[in-house]
Every structure is written in C-alpha cells, then in structure tokens.
C-alpha cells in the first residue's frame, strides 16, 4: 500500500511539472526568469538596475507594440512585413509636421497641410497614426479582395510606405522635433515610462478584444480554417482587412516611440523591425499558420528578446552578433513550434 | 462565298491576335518593347542609347542570375528570402579573399580563380542548409530564409566589422563587364531552361511544385527536390555576388541590399505563379530585364530613391494581383 501511494505521488510531482510545462506561457516566464538571472550575474548586476529596466521598457515598446499588431495578422495565418516601412512612412511624416526647423524639403509638406509653425503633438500624431491605418487598409483589401498573398502584399507595402517615407524626409534625418513630443519615448509618469505605459495599455486592450469579444472568435476561426468560417457566418474579407488595419495602427505607434526616444526620424532608424516584430510573436508561441497564439505569450516573447537585445548591448557584443542572434531565435522558436506541433 | 472566305481570314487574324497573347511570354515581351519604347520616349532618348542599353545588360545580369534560382524555389511553392544574405556574404568573402588590405583569411591574397570557387560553395552550402531547415524541419521556407538572410548579413558583418573592401586585383573585372556578365546571365538561364524542360528532374519540379502530396505519392522524394531548389538558389545567388563584386570592383554591405525582392520580382513579372508549379525560364528572363529597364530609367531620370522604391513595390503586387485576377477569370 505505501509502495503504491508513494508511487502515486511520485507521479503527481511529475504530473505537476508536465502541467504546468504545458502552458506555454509558464514555459515563456520560465525562460524569461532563467535569463534574467543569467544575465544578471553575467553582467554584473548592471542589466537588473533600475535605469537600465526602464531602458528596456522604452526600447522594446517599440517591437512589443509592433508585435501585439505582428500577433493579429498572424492568427489569420497572415504575416506583416511592413512594419518597418510603415514605421518609417508614419514617422517620417510625424516629424516632419512636429519639426521645428523648416527644410526645403520639409516646406513641401508644410506647403501641402498649410503650417508655418510646426504642428502640436495633437495634430501630428494622430496624422501619423491614420497614415499607419491607411497603409494597412490598402494591405488588407489586397489580401482580402483579391488574394494576393499576404506576404507579397505587405512586402510590397513595406517598399511603398518606405518610399513614401523617403518622399517626404528628401532621405535626410529629421532632426529637432517640438518638445512636447519628447514624452512618448523620454517622459515618465511616477517613474514609470511612458513608452511602457503605452506598450502595457495596447496589451491588456488587445487581450480584452482576444479574449472577451466575438471578434476574436471571428479572428482565430479566419486564421485556423478560412472556409469554415465563412459557412459559419463570419465575414472572413472583413476580419483580414481589420487586423492590417490594426497591424499599421501599432507599426505607426511603435515608430512614433521610437521617434520620440530619439527625437529623430531616418531611413535606417527602423531596420529590422519587422523581423523583430516577427521574432517577438513567434517566440511568444503564434503559430505561422494561424488561430494560435496568445497575447500573453507575445509580451512574454517582446520581453524575451528586449532582454537578450539589451544584454548584449550591455555587454558590447559585435553588432553582427546582435542579427545573427535574432535570426538564430526566429529559427529555432518556428522549429520547436514544429516539433511540438508533431 | 466570298463574304465567308473574308470573315474566316477575319477571324483568322483576330484567332492569331488572342492565341499570341494567350502565350504569357509573348505578353511579356511586348510590354517590354513598349516599355522600353515609351521610357525611350519619356526620356528624349537618354535611356535607349548603346551605353544605356549594355548597362542595363549587365545591371540585370545580377538580378537575373538570383532570379533563375529564385525561380526554382517558386516553382515548388517555396521562396528564398535570403539570396541578399547569402550573396553579400560571399561578396564580402570573396573580396577579403582577393585582397591585401584584409588578408586574416587565408593570409595572403587569393587569384581570383582560387575566390570565386570559394563563394560559389558557400553559397551552395548556404543554399543546402536552407534546404536541409525547411524539408527536415517542415518549417515555412518564408520563416526560415527570412531568419538566414539576417544572419547571412551578420556574417558579412563579422568578416570585414563592416568596412567596404576596394582595390581588388584588375584581372577580376572581366567577369561584371560587358561579354562575360550577360554571357553569364544568358547561359545560366540556358541551362536552367534545358533543366525545366528537358530533364526528369525539371519535371520532377513541376510535379513537386503543383502538388505535393500527389508528387509524393507517385514516388517523387519532395524533402530532397526541395533541399536541391535551394541549393540551386543559394549557387546563384552566389553567382550574382560574383558579378556584381566584378562589376564594382570592391565588396560592401550595402552593395547588394533588395536582392531578394528584385529577383522574387522578376520571377513573378515572369509570369511563375506564387503557389507553385507554373511558369518558365524565359518568362524570368523577360521579367529581369523589365525591371532592369524600370529601374535604370528611374535613375537616368533622377526619379530619387522614394520613387523607385513605391515603384518596385507596386510592380510586385501588381503583378500578383494580375496573376490571381487573371486565373479567377479562366
């Protein structure tokens, strides 16, 4: 008898673990404690200060906004790989409506909206981000009109949104942006950053509409089985044109962070993004072929990597390394989700 | 009677007219003619010069040579997003390899004889391992390319921190100048366009590319097609890197930057559907020197970057979108 309850409970530990192993997310805040406490000790307790976290909020809010967007196109079995472009396009024409200095080039613009004087946050943002929406509007009627592939379509938009962004920054850097701008990516509300605000109010607003709506239900039927859904009654053209839609909306957000971090817009301010963005959701647990994911998961995964990222650049690792990770991490994350999936 | 004979020769001619441009290549090069007819024109000549026209030639060489790789990989419904890695990497290695200036490879500078092998099996290599992940893994090719071409760039980085290497030896430059880059680009698509349609292997492709699960059933090894399409892609894309180190004489980071899209471009101007199984190597042909002819307009009319690029991407959806319109009207 007390062989086989000894045995029983030997079991329930194991069980426990296997449990708790199966979320997904537990496994994600594993990770995430494990290399916490890695690069705690590696670094010298310098990546666990708190200046050095409240970088971390303000850098990866960036990519952890643009991922929570990444996240939606991606359980309708879409992918977004204009992120970058539209990050770059929504925050070109942002500073160059909030700058101060009025270029040649710049004076186009001003010429076009009518300003002598620089435009107030209230004006220029949210150009910006209805730019952002725009460029996803047009993705999404591509997909889902006609049915070009998403990759194509937004691959094609990253091109086009990148040049419209040349257009109007003449391919300079835009520089001395109004000072009221400086509070997305600098400002601190009680010592918190304001870039981590925003990128926790887009969280716990994204998980509401995935968790507690029926839109979410029309999302992930769209993304596991497209026809399925449409004989269930759910407008599937709809659903895809809405989470471009919401996909250029967090690109513009996450770009106008950035931006205001570092008071400047350029071409190459947003290089990689998008693989960043694609990095952020697939290690957080998305699936690439869509109605699998979760919005817990992909902050995880956001954090994941803004703490590996910013490791590194404590550490003054080479550049090179920095890429050469984030392509290792998409490629092992995509096949252990494969082999779990087996 | 006469009027019968008279209305056959109509349709005849009409006939004639429709089974022309039911041949997509056919389409393919009319648009070229006019584009390159109204480019012409636009630019009061400038671009339809013998020296515009030669540079267009080798400017699309590159592009091509990418293209006729990418072109496999598309036929089995797979896509190499790395080819801009792989080939700057191996622009990067063969450069260091050739000159004095960064000799930490082999210690003393290679004849470009000992180079060019070099590149052209790491981008085989490069084109293997690609493969190896998405067949043994049955990861997404989209995913696992996209991940390779950033490290690709890594790589390219960690050879030279970064800096352009110049000063390459002269005997180099034959290979990007005018015989050899298009001879290159020509006999490249030759064999390719021999490969397709003359071999079982090129019908294995098709077959591969069309339907999988039915390949495999009627005794096709799919894993392996797949991991030699893009060990084909990776060579090429290699070879690209040659002509375009030969052609600069020098390697920089930057130098090959939207090699991807331009040859994933060229391959669907070509008329190669996106999801697999259907188009051929003239058509690709075709389709890199349209954009060869785009692009090199754009910059003799000083259109600046921001045009090219909106340019370049709504010829990509453009031509996806008419693919997709095109066979929903059939």
Known sequence: MAEVAERRERATARDIARRVLRYENATLGIILAVLVAVFAVVTGGKSVRIPNVRMIAVEGATMGVGAIGQLFVMLTAGIDLSVAGIAFGTGALGASMMCTEVWRNILVMHHILGYTEPASIWVGVPAALFMGAGFGVISGLLVSRIGVPPFIATLGMWQIAHGTGFMITGGFTIPHLIDPFRLFGQGFIYGFPVAGIIWIVVAVIAYFVLNYTSYARAVYATGSNPVSAWLSGINVRRTQLSVYIIAGLTAALGGLIRASRVMAVSDASFDGLELQTIACAVVGGTSLFGGKGTVVGVVLGSVIISVILNAMTILRADPFLESLVLGVIVIVAVGIDYWRGR | ?330
């Open chain 2, 1 to 330: 009677m006469a009027e019968v004979v008279e209305r056959r020769e109509q349709v005849t001619f009409r006939e004639m007219a429709r089974r022309a441009l039911r041949h997509e290549n056919a389409v393919i090069g009319i648009a070229l003619a006019a584009l390159i007819g109204v480019l012409g024109g636009i630019s009061r000549g400038a671009t339809v010069t013998p020296g515009n026209m030669a540079n267009i030639l080798i400017q699309s060489s590159v592009r091509g040579v990418a293209a006729v790789g990418q072109a496999f990989c598309i036929l089995t419904a797979n896509f190499d997003l790395s080819v801009a890695g792989v080939s700057v990497m191996t622009m990067m290695l063969g450069s260091a390899m050739m000159t004095t200036e960064w000799t930490n490879i082999l210690g003393y500078p290679a004849s470009p004889f000992m180079a060019m092998p070099a590149m052209l099996v790491v981008g085989l290599a490069w084109g293997i391992l690609n493969g190896f992940l998405v067949s043994r893994f049955n990861m997404p090719s989209l995913i696992v390319t996209f991940g390779m071409w950033q490290i690709g760039y890594a790589v390219a980085y960690y050879i030279t921190e970064g800096k352009a290497i110049t000063s390459l030896p002269q005997s180099f430059a034959v290979y990007g100048a005018l015989p050899a880059g298009p001879i290159i680009f020509f006999s490249v698509a030759a064999v390719a366009y021999f490969i397709l349609n003359y071999t079982s292997f090129g019908r294995r492709v098709y077959a591969a590319g069309g339907n999988p699960v039915s390949a495999y059933l009627s005794g096709i090894n799919v894993k392996r097609m797949y991991v030699i399409v893009f060990a084909i892609s990776g060579f090429c894309a290699a070879l690209a890197s040659v002509v375009m180190t030969s052609r600069a004489m020098a390697g920089s980071i930057e130098g090959l930057r939207g090699l991807e899209l331009d040859s994933i471009a060229s391959v669907v101007i070509g008329g190669v559907s996106l999801f697999g199984g259907r188009g051929n190597m003239i058509g690709v042909v075709l389709g890199a020197i349209i954009i060869g002819v785009v692009n090199n307009a754009m910059s003799v009319m000083h259109m600046g970057h921001a045009g090219q690029y909106i340019v370049k991407g709504a010829i990509i959806i453009g031509a996806v979108a008419a693919d997709i319109l095109r066979r929903r009207g059939r």
